[in-house]
């Protein structure tokens, strides 16, 4: 491939598709959220978005699903836009090295979150959200259909019930920040607000696109609205690569070397800076949380198509 050619994407992904086949029914599916436990295992998609519009995609790559975790991508930025760099003196921006859902660095650390993508700093996140917002939740599924184009997304109102019912950590972790005064708004509003954005409904066409800004420079390039600068976009994009995959970040980053962000659902978003969006789905979860055919799947992408940040 010369400096100059673009990879054959679409060749790309269908030889992915084949080859992660024997892996799908190795994973496990979330269980501790009812309603994700009743989402068929074997399933995969994958796109890739050019910024010139061009959609790859293979297998299951227009099957709407749950973007848990992926959420927090999203609501990250619309908190950013809001707050700019005020938003660092309540939730840090380093790896936390323990599980998404602990609470054990909260009491140590007096209640300020190592990142936004650990529940509890996505809790914070929303307080901001829930404070600049009426419905933060709709002011979310918005902000995706403008990124992505796709003005018929919406949130899964039996997931977040089924979230909702078991939130019971995340309500001791957002009652602990209200202790420390890093929670303004009451603890069951943000509560529901995180659990309905966690719920949001897409497809990895969908996701790829809306991911596509980052990769853009903070462009959506689809309608030409700038959605942060040129230097916020790059240290989201450094968030991602850092603290986007639970407590795999390193390995992920060694493994695959793309900014991504993971959820339970099993989708991880994924972008190289100048170049696409992409997104991969398989609800079959690796221990650390993230999808074990979406990683092998992005893992492959960058080392056959040769385009990653190293």
Request: with cysteine; net charge neutral; proline share 5%.
């Amino acid at each position: 491939m010369s400096p100059t050619s673009q990879p054959d994407y679409s060749h790309t992904l269908n030889q992915i598709h084949a080859e992660v086949q024997p892996m799908l029914g190795q994973g496990q599916v979330a269980s501790y959220i009812p309603e994700l436990a009743k989402v068929p295992p074997r399933q995969f998609g994958m796109a890739v978005v050019t910024l010139d519009g061009q959609v790859h995609q293979c297998g299951d790559a227009q099957q709407p699903f749950s973007i848990q975790s992926i959420s927090k991508l999203f609501a990250l930025t619309l908190a950013y836009q809001c707050l700019g760099d005020a938003l660092w003196t309540r939730v840090g921006r380093e790896p936390s090295g323990t599980a998404f859902n602990s609470l054990v660095q909260l009491e140590s650390e007096q209640g300020r979150p190592r990142n936004p993508f650990i529940n509890a700093g996505a809790l914070v996140v929303t307080d901001v959200l829930c404070s600049r917002f009426v419905n933060p939740e709709t002011a979310l599924v918005e902000f995706v259909r403008r990124l992505s184009g796709n003005p018929q997304i919406q949130y899964d109102m039996a997931v977040a019930q089924s979230e909702l019912g078991t939130a019971h950590r995340n309500r001791a972790m957002a009652h602990f920040m209200a202790n420390f005064g890093n929670l303004r708004n009451p603890v069951e509003e943000v509560i529901a607000a995180y659990c309905r954005h966690c719920a949001i409904r897409m497809t990895a066409v969908d996701l790829a696109r809306a991911v596509a800004f980052l990769a853009h420079g903070g462009v959506n390039p689809w309608s030409g609205e700038r959605i942060v600068d040129a230097s916020s976009a790059k240290r989201l994009s450094a968030l991602m690569l850092t603290c986007g995959t639970y407590d795999a970040a390193g390995d992920f980053a060694y493994r695959v070397g793309l900014p991504a962000k993971s959820g339970v659902g099993g989708g991880i978003v994924a972008h190289m800076p100048g170049h696409f969006g992409a997104c991969v789905w398989s609800p079959e979860l690796e221990a650390s949380g993230n999808s074990l055919a979406g990683s092998h799947a992005l893992e492959r992408f960058t080392t056959l198509t040769g385009q990653s940040l190293f």
